[in-house]
């Protein structure tokens, strides 16, 4: 049997498996600042504004059907009817026929302690056309029924009121109204509406509106495809935007560098359900799940703790790679080095991550890196020279660890190449590892005694 060999194997398995508890460890120490920061984000939200979803303009018209219906009172014996007056009041919902959204987004910070948030401040230029058909677009339970309009008002669903700056002024037509706190839609009750002058409905016709708009929010801004024809068009100097929702901006408007961003959305309502939702006009439960939204995210370029999270998952593969090193030396050197060694050396490397999320909260995250993972390759270097018996050796062990952190950097930062990169490292220390050991010879080497138990 090959006890020494088979026996310092278990052991430093073992050994790497007791640094994976400070490991799990720190990664719970990133959660819970993680949530700490959602925490900020949720109290400035709670404080000044939330993440903003705009529905609208959306054109309603009011109206009263009324009509007479015979019911029966009396019994088989006795037959007797009443003539019973019946009154609904129903809604027409008429969308866009062309909506034209122009805004420039400006972005600041907000914080909470050592966590910042993204908040913005948008102006917007809204402006399109109704196409406002005749009464016959107007539902009648009875053929007799009497059709009474009131005021029509414009509607624009705002998720967080407190976010709007002005008091917006739409002109219709050339005729100027005045918005007023409430949406008056069913489902999105926040935002403004305007009422307007009576319209008759005796034939079709169209009618033009414009106003502009401030609004405030906090890291996301979503519009909905509300008109036939929509055209969203956004210009700001953050040069980190994330493009999400159910549509993206066209690749031919959509400019992103350094000096910030410009996209343009083209959107038909042929491509979205959300005109078909509104006009159920009825209190739906989490209405904004149903329809499509489209928009942009504030992002920083990096989250730390998603970065720090993620350097933690390869923790285990970075003490097993040192680890394996170790005792490759040992078994190509015959120099023995003792558990307690191994564990101090696994703790640094450990240590390393919980360097990282605490440096990253206070400087760039590349700063932080370079800070850690220099401090740990110093003293681990500086504590090997001794252990090897060696400056060359620890030298040597310190180069390695810097082109380890070098990729593991790498792999932090190309999120989309991870996978091909981490494999790339495993196959390139897999064949490193068999071209050196390629001529020992294991059953012998198992049965040398200098080898430590």
Known sequence: ??????TKTAIVIGLALIIYIPLVMIQST?????????EAVR?????????????GPILVIPYTEEYEETEDIGDAKTPKTRTVLRKLNKRLMVFPNDLKIQGSVETDHRYRGIHKVLVYSGQFALKGDFSLPDRSALTAEKPNSRITLSAPFIALAVEDVRGIRNIPVVHLNGTRYEFQQGSGLASFKNGLHA?????????????????DLGLDGIEQLQFAPVAKNNEVSLVSKWPHPQFGGRFLPSPKTRVVNADGFTATWNISALATNTQQHL?????????AANIDFFGVSFIEPINIYSQAERAVKYGLL?????????????????????PVQYILVGLALALFFLLLVSLSEHLRFLH?????????????GFYLNYVLHSWKRGFGFGVALTVLYGVLYGLLRSENNALVMGS????????????ATRKIDWYQLGKASSLPA
């Open 1 to 6: 049997m090959q006890k020494n060999l088979l």
């Open 195 to 211: 009422t307007l002058a009576p319209i008759e409905l005796k034939e079709k016709t169209s009618i033009s509106f414009a106003f």
């Open 318 to 338: 970075f003490v097993a790679l040192t680890f394996a090193a170790f005792f490759l030396f040992e078994l190509l050197k015959q120099l023995p080095i003792h």
């Open 279 to 287: 006009m159920n006009d009825v209190p739906v439960p989490n209405a």
């Open 30 to 38: 990133i959660s819970e600042r993680t949530w700490f920061r959602n």
């Open 368 to 380: 932080a890196y370079l800070i850690a993972s220099g401090a740990c390759i110093l003293l681990i």
């Open 43 to 55: 109290s400035i939200a709670t404080d000044s504004v939330s993440q903003q979803n705009m529905v």
């Open 424 to 435: 790339i490292l495993l196959f390139a220390v897999l064949s490193a590892t068999m071209v």
